[in-house]
């Protein structure tokens, strides 16, 4: 018999389109969202009479919809007119003014960036989009390490929305004057989902990613009143996918609360980004963290530079902060010891600490 018989035996999957289950999934529909995509909407208006549009800040918890409403935004914008380009840019990765360019160039379909030192790349940007209106969107901001490319796409460029997407309203206050006296942005809370929006956006993703009737009503209620707890939909998409998973494991043809409390347990995995996006210098951080679990962050820099780090300790400190952010570990204050206060870090896998 051969090793793939046991799966071929298992008959059709749960699972109708398990990408409906992935954190950057958009759907038809963005519910409980109207109101602030009207908003967001009205922000590029004056851009559909060749005029410059307004700037905005979006900013609410992790999971609330910030992105998943502001790109469905952005794909009914591409099917409804040619005159206004939309970029969209994760500011997770492209975290530099170079990087940027080179990202939006590459959605210009610009591929002669060779060789090219920032300026090149500006320039090459400003030609082509001026021949027209854009909305620029800037998703995670607050992982930038510099907005340089923020003056000059509002010095340069002529008819634009700037959209800002952060976790952190608060940002922005420390954001260069220069940039921010021309920036002028409107501010857009998202707040956090109440327990009828989390079980109606739930039960509509399953719609596109289970098969109907699979998902029992005593699973979906522990996995929707732990994503109540949390506050964050992504959680809720991951647990199902896991359990859907879980039951398929066991042929099962329904999940149950079993396979829903097995999810749940699996919830000190989830991380919000890939291990593969982290940045060289992070997944070396990432690796003395779990060679060294549960150590002072002054005495992981230590060993960092006795593993050829190059970065100052307040670099450190962002990259420890953002690995926490993202739950690739987990960090705990301790205040009042011998040693004043102090962070303490673990790997991911240990006991959900993160306060940072």
């Not at 490319?149 to 800002?164: A, N, S, V």
């Amino acid at each position: 018999m051969g090793v793939f018989d046991d799966f071929l035996k298992q008959g059709e999957s749960l699972f109708l389109d398990s990408v409906a289950l992935d954190y950057d999934f958009i759907p038809k529909l963005v519910p409980y969202r109207e109101t602030q995509q009207a908003f967001i909407a009205n922000t590029m208006k004056p851009l559909f009479s060749n005029r410059n549009g307004k700037n905005i800040l979006v900013h609410g918890p992790p999971g609330v919809g910030k992105t998943v409403a502001t790109r469905h935004l952005l794909k009914e914008l591409e099917e409804k007119t040619d005159e206004i380009s939309p970029f969209y840019i994760n500011c997770w990765q492209k975290n530099t003014t170079f990087k940027v360019l080179m990202e939006v160039c590459d959605q210009l379909g610009y591929k002669f960036t060779h060789n090219k030192k920032t300026d090149d790349l500006f320039k090459i940007v400003e030609e082509y989009i001026n021949k027209q209106s854009a909305v620029f969107v800037f998703d995670e901001v607050d992982k930038l390490e510099d907005s340089d490319f923020l003056y000059m796409l509002l010095e340069k460029i002529y008819r634009k929305t700037i959209i800002l997407i952060t976790n952190y309203k608060e940002w922005i206050v420390n954001l260069d004057e220069r940039i921010k006296s021309r920036l002028i942005p409107e501010t857009l809370e998202f707040k956090a989902y109440n327990a009828n929006e989390i079980k109606g956006i739930l039960k509509q993703r399953l719609a596109y990613a289970l098969v109907e009737g699979v998902l029992g009503d005593d699973a979906f209620d522990v996995i929707s009143s732990k994503t109540v707890e949390t506050g964050d939909i992504r959680r809720g998409l991951y647990m199902i996918k896991e359990a859907a998973n879980i039951a398929e494991d066991k042929s099962s043809k329904k999940i149950v609360k079993e396979h829903a409390e097995q999810a749940i347990k699996k919830l000190q995995e989830f991380t919000i980004k890939k291990t593969e996006d982290l940045e060289t210098e992070e997944r070396v951080i990432l690796s003395i963290v779990k060679k060294n679990p549960g150590k002072k962050i002054g005495d992981l820099f230590e060993v960092y530079q006795e593993n050829g780090g190059a970065g100052v300790y307040k670099t450190f400190q962002r990259r420890i902060k953002k690995l926490a952010t993202n739950k690739f570990l987990n960090v705990k204050k301790v205040t009042g010891g011998p040693d004043g206060s102090t962070t303490i870090v673990y790997p991911p896998q240990s006991t959900k600490l993160t306060d940072y």
